[in-house]
């Protein structure tokens, strides 16, 4: 089995900067989606660092005798491990760059990341992008959104309906860049041919509902016209804040036409 993998970022309608960034990086079999947030577009470096620093530590570690800086977790795999160190030394990094430059003050980003090994796969987040996976026509929602509404949902207080709509829904209580030390959720899943997963920011899921992004998910479709096609429909319905969307398709060796090539595409539309 192997990855294939396209994705599509986009300042939306209404922001004039983008601090959602993405990347694909077919060799080392990752994905990953961040999503910035700060005053005068200072996002942008956090989701920045963060994306450079994940690549750069994943290929770093690519060698199974390679050291882990952190502690390894004994209930997960070496590569769940390994992703969830690259986002610990990302957080670092975010928190170094603040320590250095006073303005950068306040800034941080969520991620979400993908690392495919072999028949599984790791998936790790920190704040409100998610992971999704389509499996024989049903979606799954494979990370619990780190924000405060979220929190309220699983304690029983708030509906799910309620927490879409909510005024405090944009609050996250994890990023990088926050607390000193940052706590990153990480899960192992066997993977199938077939399987389509999803990552966003938020810029999605607040304008489609699961049911919608369902709708536009199509297995066999070409992964670059359905990110263009979530991309234009949550921009349609509002386009509020950036949106970034990655889809990774895992298929047999043998599968896939050249025509279909893994691509990376971060182009915020000029309006
Ligand atoms: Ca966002």
Redesign the pocket.
Known sequence: MRPRASGLSDVGVIRSHN??CFDIDPGNQVFVVA?G?GGHSHGEIASRIAIDSIREFVARTADEDATLPFEMDPRLGRQSNRLKSAIRVAHDKVLKAIRQDASLHGMGT?VVGLLVDGDSAAIAHVG?SRCYRLRDGKLELLTQDHTWVNEQVVAGFLSEEQARVHPLK?VVTRALGGDSDVDVDVREWKIAPGDLFLLC???LTTMLNDHEILERLDAGARLEDLCGRLVRDANSRGGY??VSVVLVRIENDAGGDADDEDETRALPRAR
């Open positions: 601090e959602d999503d947030m969520t409100d944009n920011s938020d810029g804040d950036n």
